[in-house]
Nanobody, 133 residues
Framework: QLQLVESGGGSVEPGGSLRLSCVGSGDTLETYAIGWFRQVPGKEREGVSCIGRNGFLTDFTDSVKGRFTVFRDNSKNTAYLRMNSLKPDDTAVYYC??????????????????????????WGQGIQVTVSS
């Protein structure tokens, strides 16, 4: 079955950039839509972005629109989240997740808001992003 591993996190000053990678193994990532989430202590896991199987459909939460970009390279079994103009409020553990939208009823990446975490069957381990001076 599918496994996901995130990389590319770390510490950066406000205004800086990071690119997170999500590498799939055990299955073909092209089968799956990908979600990005983040979580800070004491708060619910927040949807950040999603991207459809071929990259045609994308969406973002309002707080990151214009700053973050999501894309994928299915030939490398990898999805990416490029984060620019980072703010301290972006500090969190970031997760990638995967769902097969052909078998999960009601999943839509770019219609009616970001899909909730419950749609996603596969999750990465999480990776820390810290934005501070």
């Amino acid at each position: 079955q599918l496994q996901l591993v995130e990389s590319g996190g770390g510490s950066v000053e406000p205004g800086g950039s990071l690119r997170l990678s999500c590498v799939g193994s055990g299955d073909t990532l092209e089968t799956y839509a990908i979600g990005w989430f983040r979580q800070v202590p004491g708060k619910e896991r927040e949807g950040v972005s999603c991207i459809g199987r071929n990259g045609f459909l994308t969406d973002f939460t309002d707080s990151v629109k214009g700053r973050f970009t999501v894309f994928r390279d299915n030939s490398k079994n990898t999805a990416y989240l490029r984060m620019n103009s980072l703010k301290p409020d972006d500090t969190a553990v970031y997760y990638c997740a995967a769902v097969d939208p052909t078998i999960v009823t009601g999943y839509y990446c770019a219609r009616g808001g970001l899909p909730g975490a419950g749609y996603y069957a596969y999750w990465g381990q999480g990776i820390q992003v810290t934005v501070s001076s």
